[in-house]
Nanobody
Framework: VQLQASGGGLVQAGGSLRLSCATSGRTVSSYVMGWFRQAPGKEREFVAAISRSGGNTNFADSVKGRFTISIDNAKNTVYLQMNSLKPEDTAVYYC???????????WGQGTLVTVSS
């Protein structure tokens, strides 16, 4: 499966962005889908995940209440809606797919999110 992330950009603190991750090769419902991010000089960290059915979601504590994750099966796309953005959310965001949580075999190319203060 191929993953194509998009939607990053520059936004002021308090603003919103929606990231998209389009899948090809297999349907998005075939995988657990996740979003990760890597800030400059830091290790990659988990942000959010959603089950195949879309019925279960998980979030890092740092984004709970501000980010949501969803699936559009008709478009084979996973979304990460990011609200109330903070400068510390600045990072390259990656989408990933795998058979289960904590086992992601496929990664997108990343999209840069920059939050200015």
């Amino acid at each position: 499966v191929q993953l194509q992330a998009s939607g990053g950009g520059l936004v002021q603190a308090g603003g919103s962005l929606r990231l998209s991750c389009a899948t090809s090769g297999r349907t998005v419902s075939s995988y657990v889908m996740g979003w990760f991010r890597q800030a400059p000089g830091k290790e990659r960290e988990f942000v959010a995940a959603i089950s195949r059915s879309g019925g279960n979601t998980n979030f890092a504590d740092s984004v709970k209440g501000r980010f949501t994750i969803s699936i559009d099966n008709a478009k084979n796309t996973v979304y990460l809606q990011m609200n109330s953005l903070k400068p510390e959310d600045t990072a390259v965001y990656y989408c990933a797919a795998g058979p289960r949580r904590n086992e992601y075999n496929y990664w997108g190319q990343g999209t840069l999110v920059t939050v200015s203060s």
